[in-house]
């Protein structure tokens, strides 16, 4: 019987926008955490934080993985020149639009609350636009301008670039390599493999190359990230491996939550055990649980999702349309409201569904002017309209695709 699965993964559409869902409820309880971000609300404890943990360690890893999927099936329909062509108009459009006209509300609220800024937006913006890297707390600068959020996107479209140039050089060897990937992730080292290897990476590269997200530098990142990506490109069309996830969901989602509860039982222990003669041993613990963290909730996802979620639906179709323009400007929507009702004192679970209110709200009512505006599809990711036969404007055409 023929492995290979030519068909579209809606299955996969489905994961990619719980997962963005998902993104929106973490960046707004980002204000109400100890960790570090842009803006905080002074209610901001450790309260929320064993229930951000939950989806910290894998949804990006799920998003890369999920875009080497769509990168696979994109590059089967086109020559790889006209796919680079098409994924660099859809990735670094948005991303030099958002830099330059969503992402400098989200220092300018930043340097104020930090910094105790005085000046205008517009003063910012004269600052932001020229590189300037005055805006210093205990030793750490700024970088102006900046990505934020849209790190993903330069991160992808680096990615996108070397799938490219790897399916150039030797797309007559990828056919072996993915039988080869295939067998190997077979049975336990579907689940064991990848979670070695992201182990491996947190203990060996992490203590040296903390996460920074600004692309060079960013090792342990890349070692997690984009190996996720390649994998998904490289079996995207391999039946056989979907399946696979879907037979070992629930030993997968046993794993997962098994691994959260150690993580957060080791996370909590105090200082001193970190000090002393088993602090590696719980270092130790802890990296390995995070690591199954890292892959068994994608394992899950997807398993789960083969089975319940491979249909489509007209909501899939305007969901998956939505995602990208929704992920460009939730994130500045969120710090730029939460910095304009911090002074109304509002009571944490009551400002906190506000701010979810009022970041859906907005996202999909721009999504819903960008979708009838061709000037501004594509600032937000969105093939325009094509052109009917009678010249009017038809409705872009779909493809599977996690921009």
């Known amino acids: 019987m023929n492995n290979n699965l030519t068909n579209r993964l809606y299955f996969l559409d489905w994961v990619r926008i719980i997962a963005f869902i998902i993104l929106i409820f973490y960046h707004t309880g980002m204000y109400y955490v100890t960790w570090g971000w842009h803006v905080k609300s002074p209610y901001a404890s450790d309260a929320i934080e064993a229930m951000m943990l939950m989806s910290a360690p894998w949804r990006l890893g799920l998003l890369f993985f999920i875009s080497g999927v769509a990168s696979s099936f994109l590059l089967s329909k086109t020559t790889i020149w006209s796919f680079v062509k098409q994924r660099s108009k859809r990735l670094l459009i948005p991303l030099l639009f958002g830099m330059a006209v969503i992402v400098p509300l989200q220092p300018y ?16 913006l004269k600052l932001y636009y020229t590189g300037y890297h005055g805006f210093c707390e205990n030793g750490k600068c700024l970088d102006l301008p900046t990505w934020n959020h849209l790190w993903f996107v330069a991160y992808l479209f680096v990615y996108t670039l070397a799938y490219s140039a790897l399916v150039a050089l030797a797309a007559h060897r990828l056919p072996r390599i993915t039988k080869v990937l295939v067998q190997a992730l077979s049975g336990w080292r579907l689940l064991a493999l990848p979670v070695i290897w992201f182990a491996v990476m947190r203990m060996g590269l992490k203590p040296w190359f903390p996460e920074t997200h600004a ?49 957060m039982a080791v996370f909590s222990l105090p200082d001193p055990f970190y000090e002393g003669p088993n602090g590696m041993l719980f270092k130790f613990i802890g990296r390995t649980a995070w690591s199954f963290c890292e892959w068994c909730p994608v394992i899950a996802a997807c398993g789960f999702a083969h089975r319940h979620l491979n249909f489509e639906s007209p909501r899939r179709q305007y969901l998956t349309q939505a995602v990208f323009p929704v992920y460009i400007l939730h994130q500045t929507i969120i710090v730029g409201f939460a910095h304009l009702i911090k002074p109304a004192a ?58």
Request: proline content about 6%; charged content about 15%.
């Open 215 to 263: 692309l060079v530098n960013d090792w342990y990142n890349h070692a997690v990230y984009f190996p996720a990506f390649m994998v998904g490109a490289l079996i995207a069309k391999e039946r056989l491996f979907w399946q696979r996830m879907d037979d070992i969901r629930w030993p997968a989602l046993a794993f997962a939550f098994a691994s959260w509860g150690i993580m």
């Open 346 to 403: 509002l009571t944490p679970g009551v400002e906190y569904f506000v701010l979810i209110g009022v970041t859906f709200g907005l996202c999909f009512g721009s999504f819903a002017i960008i979708r009838r505006v061709p000037l501004l599809m594509p600032l937000f990711g969105l093939s325009a309209p094509a052109k009917a036969g009678n010249g009017r404007a038809t409705q872009p055409a779909e493809t599977l695709s996690m921009t």
């Open 109 to 124: 609220c930043e340097v104020i609350e930090k910094l105790h800024y005085q000046g205008s937006f517009i003063d910012f």
